[in-house]
């Protein structure tokens, strides 16, 4: 991974470094709603002379037409190659702007500021960009890495608790695939920290190391996907059901739930390792109601996942806990029998 990442308070500091010492040709900044109240008065006293582009927040907004207004502005903004965007917000800012960028003109340069948990942690590292299409989660989209990533802590001073949760589920999931001694402390700890910088900071290392052994997801980057094969498709399937979507981390902890259960289903994680993951979940996130009637539809939606080959599911799995394992082959079956187990808990 070639990106450079920036963590701490003084982050913003290092924009406007970068931003000094670079000749762009202009620099344009994209938010949302809620990153325009919230975040942008904080970063703007870090730019130069730039220009705004605002859209609507939420997921969904990820999408094509969303894509097409910013585009727009860019072209009325007159954008060269040697513009750079700064995407300053969550996941969907921060995936929206980089896809955007990565092929407006076949490319300009962006810059990721990610201002939600979640984006600190996971979704600003790596390279991946993209937006959801006709419902299917980021269906569309490229690897393209941002000239650097600025992570400031203190964006998340105004973030909503559910939020600030959503996120964590991906620091969990980081700790489940990569580091038993950080579980097995902060399961002890809870969901509440003094020191988010020092847990961003250790997620970052463990996504970045993944990154770096195998950017384009060939093989070992796979590790990252728990919990997200039965979680993207409950994510999915919830968000085309008016007043019942989650955000992506409470799916995702739904996911670490199944796939964790499947796990000893195949022989691999023991019961105890189980239990203690479900305990620590139960502790965090509330329960989902995902009754008979959205299970099968829910597997469905499994088999479009990015991570099949042919019809095969493709799933991420634990040995143990901080142990992961990709390519475990899954049936249909297998996901709606974790579903109701999730149920009965
Ligand atoms: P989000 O971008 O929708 O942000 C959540 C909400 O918080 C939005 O309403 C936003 O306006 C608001 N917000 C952002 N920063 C704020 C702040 N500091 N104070 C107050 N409000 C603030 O959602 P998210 O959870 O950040 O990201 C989810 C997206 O990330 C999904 O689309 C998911 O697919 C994607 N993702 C991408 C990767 C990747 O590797 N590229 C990894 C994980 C997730």
């Known amino acids: 991974m070639t990106e450079t990442i920036h963590i701490g308070n003084s982050a913003l500091q290092e924009i406007d470094e970068l931003l000094r010492n670079r000749a762009f040709s202009k620099v344009v900044v994209l938010v949302d709603d809620n990153t325009l109240a919230h975040c942008y008065p904080r970063l703007k006293d870090y730019l130069p002379e730039h220009s705004l582009i605002q859209i609507p927040s939420g997921e969904e ?9 910013i585009w727009q502005r860019m072209t009325e903004l007159n954008l060269d190659r040697w513009a750079v965007l700064v995407n300053l917000g969550g996941g969907v800012i921060g995936d929206m702007g980089g896809f955007c960028a990565s092929v407006f003109k076949r490319g300009i340069y962006f810059v990721q500021v990610p201002t939600t948990l979640l984006a600190q942690v996971d979704a600003s590292v790596g390279g991946k960009t993209g937006i ?39 620091i969990i999931k ?103 993951i479900e305990t620590f979940l139960v502790s965090v996130y509330e329960k989902v109601s995902i009754g008979e009637d959205d299970i099968e539809k829910i597997a ?46």
């Open 61 to 69: 907004h990820k999408t094509l037409q969303t894509c097409e207004l």
């Open 132 to 170: 959801d299409f006709h419902g299917l989660k980021n269906h569309i989209g490229v690897y393209q890495e941002p000239q650097a990533v600025f992570i400031d802590p203190t964006f998340l001073q105004t973030l909503p608790q559910r939020q600030v949760k959503s996120g964590y589920a991906e």
């Open 174 to 276: 980081h700790w489940l695939i990569a580091d038993a001694e950080a579980f097995q402390t902060q399961r002890n700890i809870g969901l509440f920290t003094e020191d988010w910088e020092a847990l961003i900071r250790h997620s970052v290392h463990i996504k970045s190391e993944v990154v770096t052994a195998d950017p384009l997801e060939g093989g070992y980057r796979k590790v990252l996907n728990f919990g997200h094969t039965v979680g993207h498709a409950v994510e999915t399937y919830l968000m085309q059901q008016p007043g019942r979507e989650l955000l992506h981390g409470e799916a995702i902890a739904v996911g670490m739930f199944c796939e964790a259960y499947l796990s000893v289903k195949k022989e691999l994680l023991s019961k105890e390792e189980l239990d203690k």
């Open 300 to 345: 469905q939606l499994a088999l479009q996942d990015k991570k099949n080959t042919r019809s095969t599911i493709n799933c991420t799995l634990l040995q143990s806990i901080g142990k992961a394992v990709y390519d475990q082959a899954i049936t249909l079956q297998d996901i709606q029998e974790s579903l109701r187990y999730y149920q009965l808990l």
